[in-house]
Each structure stands twice: as structure tokens, then as C-alpha cells.
């Protein structure tokens, strides 16, 4: 792992590459009114909508959570196997994780559930589960695909390992606080005869119904992410994401890279709007290209400004993130964090990068390496953890998700 420099000579490179932008702060006074101006009134003895009994069926020939829309709130639990579970108990693990699965997202309560009440607020929960190298090679060490390992060391990482690999990875989402933290616990309750928790990452979105459907998140910096992700659904998905390639028993399912990416909040506000946007080669508005366009039109990484210059400079992260491979793409969906403490500022923001892709090592390590090299970006982010999980097939009613790998 390469020595971090000090943050002296970090600004300094912000100031030789952005002129020494800082940000004016400024504010505005607003009156609140308990309406909206123009907006009308509710009609008389109408009930809001209730959006807590919409449900994701778990059953089907692809895991839920994947190409499913983004839910408000996210767990992610990480699990390692206990010493003496067989291929024989992590059949067992999966079978009974399936089984409390289907029923909470169906808005049931698991068999073992002592709140069943809190069961009965589905909220679009899904539960997805990734497999690591161990779980596989306890079931059979021949079967761990190629890719499925440690990605390579970058430059800017600064890794702990307390966010590393892990056995069994159990991704939970759902658009209610709540019912996320009672799945997650009644799947880990369930899973003590087998595993232990490595660790647990938690993050949000905004609130379901806040934004129109299908809008593209904003993480703590205040910048649209993702706005080039492929669409599910479209023949371009079915081959980034879902593309076969690997060993049989994962025909049908994907590969998941978790990292998780803290984030200097506190020197990004040193930066005006137009440095914050030579950064990323994106407007914070409306995230579209500086270059022109609309958010998803793409950047032309030709267009020059008056002077002869690049619109988008050699370091933005449209720039390095850009590839002329079609196949070098990943669909991400990350969650923001925040574990700062208000008074003190002590703690860390950031963001969990979810990236799904059919290979990681010929779609997700190409982009990351670009970046390494000369993203300015890097001067605020730093990846802190890391971890590579195949994503199994799913199952049909009655059958568990990896009997594909368990069982053959």
C-alpha cells in the first residue's frame, strides 16, 4: 500500500491545478409558509398515499436488489463462515436465509420472529446475497471464479481491514429505516449458528418520494451520481451486468464490488462551484457536461474554450472515468453515509460504491486504474474499504438462493 502524502502537499496541488478557488459562503433569508406558493390544497377527507405495503418479489431467476430501482435505506452484512461449517452447513445457512427472506419481503414475519409486528411494513425490501471467495471454496474449491479475489492495490486506497473480505455478504434495502434494521437482524439472528458479523455499513438516499422516480442521487458533496449508469432492462444491462463468462452454478448473476469511499467534506467546501465542477467536468446544477447538453448527453472531450484549453481538464473525473471499450462499463448504486458527530466533527462521511458488473476485473479495475493515475478527485476521496462478492442466480418458491453452487 503506497504512503499517503500530507495534507499540506495535498493543497497544494488543489491550489496549482485550481487556482486556489475558495468558496464564498453566502445566505439567504426565506419566509416558510406551511404551503408551497401556488401549490394547491389537499383535497378535503383525502388520505396520503401509504407506500409502506409496495413489495419486491424474492423469488425469480435473478436475485432482487440488483436492477431493482434504489430504495431510500441500505444495510450491508458482512458474515464469516464459523471454522467448522461444511459445504453440507453452508446449505443449511442459505436454505434457512432464503426461507426469512421471502417471507420479509412479502411483509411476513420470519418463523423465529418475536417482533413480528415490525415484519408487516415490507417497504420494497429486498434482500440480496453475494457470496466471497471463502464461502465458495467451502463448498468446493474449484468453483471460485477467476475474478472473485482482493482487486489490485491502488495508489490512493488507504484500506482498513476491518471493511475487507468477507464470506457471505447480505445486501439489505428497503425504502423504510425500520424494516431495514429488523430484516438485517432477523437474518443475522438466524445466521449465529453459522457465521459471525465482520462488519455492517448503513446508508441512505433520499427519502422515498422526496424526488420523481428515476431521479439521479446526489451523494454529501452535492454531486449527481451516476448519471451514464446502463439501464435495466436494455440489451446493454443484460451484457455488462448479467453477462455469462464464469463457472456454471453463477449463470444468471452477477459480481458485486463494495467500497466504501470516505470523503474530505470540510476542505471540498474551501472550493467554489466552478473548481467543484472542473473536478468532476460536470455542472452541480443539473449534473450535465460542462461541455453542454443534458445529464446523461455525453461529454465531448474535444470541445476548447476560448483560450485553446480543454472545457473538461485533463484531470475531471469525466475525463478519466471515459473509455472508448463499451465493455469497460459498471451499473453503480451506492449509498451516502454520515457518521460525523455535529459539535465535534469528529467521524466520517462518504459514500458505499456499489458497482455490479458481469467481470470485475475487465470492467470495474480498467476504470479504477484511470482514476488512480490523474483523478483530481482523489484529493478528496479515499477508498477505506474494499470487498468482491459473486452475485448467485436467484430461486423459484420453495428453492434457495446458491443451491446452483451448493448442490450442483
Known amino acids: 500500500m503506497s504512503e499517503r502524502r500530507p495534507l499540506s502537499d495535498r493543497f497544494s496541488r488543489r491550489g496549482l491545478l485550481l487556482g486556489g478557488a475558495a468558496a464564498g459562503i453566502g445566505a439567504a433569508g426565506a419566509t416558510v409558509t406551511h404551503r408551497l406558493v401556488g401549490e394547491e390544497p389537499p383535497p378535503a377527507n383525502t388520505a396520503p398515499p401509504v407506500h409502506g405495503t409496495r413489495t419486491v418479489a424474492f423469488h425469480g431467476p435473478r436475485q432482487a436488489g440488483v436492477e431493482t430501482p434504489p430504495q431510500a435505506h ?14 453440507e452447513g453452508v446449505g443449511r445457512l ?24 415490525l415484519a408487516t411494513v415490507p417497504a420494497r425490501l429486498t434482500t440480496t446475497f453475494g457470496f466471497g471467495p471463502g464461502l465458495v471454496e467451502r463448498v468446493d474449491p474449484d ?27 447480505l445486501q439489505v434495502c428497503a425504502d423504510d429505516p425500520i424494516t431495514v434494521s429488523h430484516a438485517a437482524r432477523m437474518l443475522v439472528k438466524d445466521a449465529r449458528a453459522f457465521a459471525r458479523v ?29 448519471s451514464i449508469n446502463p439501464r435495466p ?71 476548447t474554450d476560448e483560450s485553446g484549453l480543454p472545457v473538461i481538464p485533463a484531470f475531471a473525473h469525466v475525463r478519466r472515468a471515459r473509455t472508448d471499450d463499451p465493455g469497460q462499463r459498471i451499473f453503480r448504486r451506492g449509498y451516502n453515509y454520515d457518521l ?18 458481469a467481470d470485475p476485473v475487465r470492467q470495474f479495475v480498467p476504470i479504477q486504474r484511470r482514476l488512480d493515475e490523474l483523478d483530481l478527485l482523489n484529493e478528496w476521496v479515499t477508498a477505506v474499504g474494499s470487498a468482491v462478492f459473486a452475485i448467485p442466480p436467484g430461486c423459484e418458491e420453495g ?10
Request: aromatic share 6%; net charge negative; hydrophobic share 40%.
Open 74 to 87: 441500505a444495510c450491508f452484512v458482512a458474515l464469516d463462515l464459523e471454522s467448522g461449517v461444511d459445504a
Open 94 to 117: 442459505l436454505r434457512l436465509l432464503s426461507d426469512d427472506a421471502a417471507r420479509l419481503s412479502a411483509g411476513q414475519a420470519p418463523l423465529a420472529d418475536t417482533e413480528p409486528e
Open 143 to 169: 468453483a471460485v471464479p477467476s475474478w472473485l479475489g482482493p482487486l489490485p492495490e491502488f495508489d490512493h486506497d488507504d484500506l482498513r481491514p476491518e471493511w475487507g473480505q468477507a464470506d457471505l455478504l
Open 198 to 226: 465482520a462488519w455492517t455499513q448503513t446508508g441512505f438516499r433520499r427519502a422515498h418520494g422526496s424526488e420523481p422516480d428515476g431521479t439521479t442521487m446526489r451523494n454529501l458533496m452535492g454531486q449527481v451520481d451516476g
Open 233 to 303: 432492462g436494455t440489451d446493454e444491462f443484460e451484457h455488462l451486468v448479467w453477462g455469462s463468462g464464469g463457472p456454471a452454478w453463477l449463470d444468471g448473476g452477477t459480481s458485486l464490488v463494495l467500497r466504501r469511499i470516505a470523503t474530505d467534506l470540510d476542505t471540498w467546501d474551501e472550493l467554489d462551484r466552478p473548481g467543484r465542477e472542473a473536478v468532476i467536468g460536470r455542472r452541480v446544477a443539473d449534473g450535465a457536461p460542462l461541455t453542454g447538453g443534458g445529464e446523461r448527453d455525453d461529454a465531448d472531450l474535444d470541445a
Open 340 to 357: 460525523r458527530d455535529t459539535l465535534s466533527g469528529a467521524g466520517e462521511a462518504g459514500l458505499v460504491f456499489a458497482s455490479f458488473q
Open 399 to 408: 428453492d434457495y438462493v446458491g443451491r446452483s453452487l451448493v448442490e450442483g
